[in-house]
């Protein structure tokens, strides 16, 4: 059923929030090449294991481990870049970073779709666990953990005060406030966005378009983006990130062709590869090498939970109120940003 189906694709968050946190403690306390290496091995078992489910029960519980061994691949990844990357590079190397994401997105949606078409859902999920497989691979070259260099800090970093004390770090903040807005606002733009179109006779080929458009001004700009914040600093260009998804937000909604809309979501692309690198910059910035695990933990957990609430919450006030209204919705919480990005910036709290 659709409601059955709603909750299985809901287990990954509901085990994948918690995860990071915690595993991006466990990263601090070990390093980053196991629970990297693990992570991707237990995904890539997650990804045989769909394969062989034949019931709603099976696929839930194996929906739940992937959620579990997906809470150690962003942090460690996250985490093992930073090392590799200098005061003046940090950046550049998340740009890079973003690019990978939004380039694994971009190439996956429509190979999976397809392979399934073409071989079905079995050799699809088997694929996907060989690549995985590939990438545990690789993970193992990383270079040993120096895990005696870190000292532990007095502050409970593991404990929930410890967590609370990272949020109210000035740059710590800003990233965290924009990286849940934006995916709040990219689930549930992602909800709305077959809706709207179809007022106007457009139908699901446009909305692929959409967002091919989106990801490739998002891929586009990451890499420079990062470059730039190197030299200017993170705060400003996290700004103007936010008040460019901000103006594409608001302007969708009146929108009546693909045409516009297509200029619409290149904005929203720009924005959002103008937003990433800069905030997860502030993450290396604000978090001293051993609590570097945790503090990516929680981003990407964070990002997780944007998405998760962002496309029920948002697909909800569609349903109740509008599509209109929903996504007007979505540029109100990314007003919720700007404000915490002004109020450091104003006060002058975050030396970025």
């Given at each position: 059923?659709?409601?059955?189906?709603?909750?299985?694709?809901?287990?990954?968050?509901?085990a994948?929030?918690?995860?990071?946190?915690?595993?991006?403690?466990?990263?601090?306390?070990?390093?980053?090449?196991?629970?990297?290496?693990?992570?991707?091995?237990?995904?890539?078992?997650?990804?045989?294991?769909?394969?062989?489910?034949?019931?709603?029960?099976?696929?839930g519980?194996?929906?739940?481990?992937?959620?579990?061994?997906?809470?150690?691949?962003?942090?460690?990844?996250?985490?093992?870049?930073?090392d590799?990357?200098?005061?003046s590079?940090?950046?550049?190397?998340?740009?890079?970073?973003?690019?990978?994401?939004?380039?694994?997105?971009?190439?996956?949606?429509?190979?999976s779709?397809?392979?399934?078409?073409?071989?079905?859902?079995?050799?699809?999920?088997?694929?996907?666990?060989?690549l995985?497989?590939?990438?545990?691979?690789?993970?193992?070259?990383?270079?040993?953990?120096?895990i005696?260099?870190?000292?532990?800090?007095?502050?409970?970093?593991?404990?929930?005060?410890?967590?609370?004390?990272?949020?109210?770090?000035?740059?710590?903040?800003?990233?965290?406030?924009?990286?849940?807005?934006?995916?709040?606002?990219?689930?549930?733009?992602?909800?709305?966005?077959?809706?709207?179109?179809?007022?106007?006779?457009?139908?699901a080929?446009?909305?692929?378009?959409?967002?091919?458009?989106?990801?490739?001004?998002f891929?586009?700009?990451?890499?420079?983006?990062?470059?730039?914040?190197?030299?200017?600093?993170?705060l400003?260009?996290?700004?103007?990130?936010?008040?460019?998804?901000?103006?594409?937000?608001?302007?969708?909604?009146?929108?009546?062709?693909?045409?516009?809309?297509?200029?619409?979501?290149?904005?929203?692309?720009?924005?959002?590869?103008?937003?990433?690198?800069?905030?997860?910059?502030?993450?290396?910035?604000?978090?001293?090498?051993?609590?570097?695990?945790?503090?990516?933990?929680?981003?990407?957990?964070?990002?997780?939970?944007?998405?998760?609430?962002?496309?029920?919450v948002?697909?909800?006030?569609?349903?109740?109120?509008?599509?209109?209204?929903?996504?007007?919705?979505?540029?109100?919480?990314?007003?919720?940003?700007?404000?915490?990005?002004?109020?450091?910036?104003?006060?002058?709290?975050?030396?970025?």
């Amino acid at each position: 059923s659709v409601a059955a189906t709603g909750f299985i694709v809901g287990l990954y968050s509901i085990a994948n929030t918690p995860a990071n946190i915690i595993f991006g403690r466990i990263i601090d306390r070990i390093g980053k090449k196991i629970p990297l290496f693990v992570g991707l091995i237990g995904s890539a078992l997650s990804l045989f294991l769909y394969s062989l489910c034949r019931l709603p029960v099976h696929l839930g519980m194996v929906r739940f481990m992937h959620g579990i061994f997906g809470g150690m691949v962003g942090p460690s990844t996250m985490s093992a870049l930073s090392d590799c990357a200098g005061e003046s590079r940090r950046g550049q190397v998340m740009g890079i970073y973003g690019v990978c994401i939004a380039s694994a997105t971009l190439v996956g949606y429509p190979a999976s779709g397809f392979i399934a078409t073409n071989w079905g859902y079995n050799v699809l999920f088997i694929t996907g666990s060989a690549l995985l497989i590939m990438g545990s691979l690789a993970a193992m070259t990383l270079p040993r953990d120096q895990i005696n260099a870190c000292k532990s800090r007095t502050i409970g970093i593991g404990s929930i005060k410890g967590v609370i004390e990272l949020v109210k770090r000035p740059g710590l903040r800003v990233a965290y406030a924009a990286i849940v807005s934006l995916y709040f606002c990219f689930g549930g733009l992602i909800t709305l966005l077959p809706f709207h179109v179809r007022q106007y006779n457009l139908e699901a080929f446009h909305v692929g378009i959409l967002l091919g458009v989106f990801s490739a001004f998002f891929i586009l700009l990451q890499a420079p983006v990062g470059r730039m914040t190197d030299k200017i600093g993170r705060l400003k260009p996290a700004m103007l990130g936010i008040l460019v998804c901000l103006g594409s937000l608001i302007a969708l909604p009146f929108l009546e062709n693909i045409y516009t809309m297509a200029i619409a979501m290149a904005f929203f692309g720009m924005g959002y590869g103008i937003i990433f690198p800069s905030v997860s910059s502030l993450v290396i910035d604000f978090s001293a090498t051993e609590e570097r695990g945790i503090a990516t933990g929680v981003f990407h957990a964070l990002l997780t939970v944007g998405v998760a609430v962002g496309a029920p919450v948002i697909g909800g006030l569609g349903q109740w109120l509008g599509v209109q209204i929903g996504l007007f919705a979505c540029a109100a919480t990314m007003m919720v940003a700007l404000m915490v990005a002004l109020h450091n910036y104003k006060n002058r709290l975050a030396n970025v």
